[in-house]
């Protein structure tokens, strides 16, 4: 299995701080790496595909980056509503894995 | 729009079979362009892939899963299930159904979530 190691599991930022997520496969995936965003008792929500695409609707201070087997999320400038648990998973092949989540707090 | 709803039973006995249904709506489950996906977070704990199916009937399965689980498609009545049987404390989860594109295989559209206790 292919395994994501997502950092770090937890961070604080204050409002309009730049966050940066890094989530680091054991093998190359190619550009097969997604994000999601969870909140509490919610399903998560879908971000980002393909390392770097915007899913519809989603604002554009998230964004996704790849070097390598190193994948990155970031948050140009954190809002209030950003506090949630963020995934990445790879897609490449299966079975499908997830980072272990970062924690988000403001 | 399309939208997934899980239902099932809230709780199951060990050794007994867990069964899950998804209803899509908004959107045929007919379209060759997804996988209909089942992914299931333990309590407190990550997201973990269980399998998904293609319309066809063609499977993919999680191999910690493998020997215990069955997915199946209804095209006639537009969802999809889940039996996953002998099952213990460590299936207790909530359960999620979700849709994958089929090229780059992300899950863009969730259920809302299904709690299930395994517990006696």
């Known amino acids: 299995d292919i395994q994501m190691t997502q950092s770090p599991s937890s961070l604080s930022a204050s409002v309009g701080d730049r966050v940066t997520i890094t989530c680091r496969a054991s093998?190359?995936?190619?550009?097969?790496l997604n994000w999601y965003q969870q909140k509490p008792g919610k399903a998560p929500k879908f971000l980002i595909y393909a390392a770097s695409t915007l899913q519809s609707g989603v604002p554009s201070r998230f964004t996704g980056s790849e070097s390598g087997t190193d994948f990155t999320l970031t948050i140009t400038s954190v809002q209030p509503e950003d506090v949630a648990t963020y995934y990445c998973h790879q897609s490449y092949s299966n079975p499908h894995t997830f980072g272990q989540g970062t924690k988000l707090e403001i | 729009q399309v939208q997934l709803q899980e239902s099932g039973p809230g709780l199951v006995k060990p050794s007994q079979t867990l069964s899950l249904t998804c209803i899509v709506s908004?959107?045929?489950?007919?379209?060759?362009?997804?996988?209909w996906t089942w992914i299931r977070q333990h309590p407190g704990k990550g997201l973990e892939w269980v399998g998904y199916i293609h319309y066809s009937g063609s499977t993919y399965y999680n191999p910690s899963l493998k020997s215990r689980l069955d997915l199946s498609v209804d095209t006639s009545k537009n969802r999809f299930s889940l039996k996953v049987t002998s099952v213990t404390g460590a299936d207790t989860a909530v359960y999620f159904c979700?849709?994958?594109?089929?090229?780059?295989?992300?899950?863009?559209?969730w259920g809302q979530g299904t709690s299930v206790i395994v517990s006696s």
């Open positions: 908004g959107g045929s489950i007919n379209s060759g362009d997804y996988y």
């Open positions: 093998q190359s995936i190619g550009s097969f």
């Open positions: 979700a849709r994958a594109q089929i090229i780059e295989r992300a899950f863009d559209i």
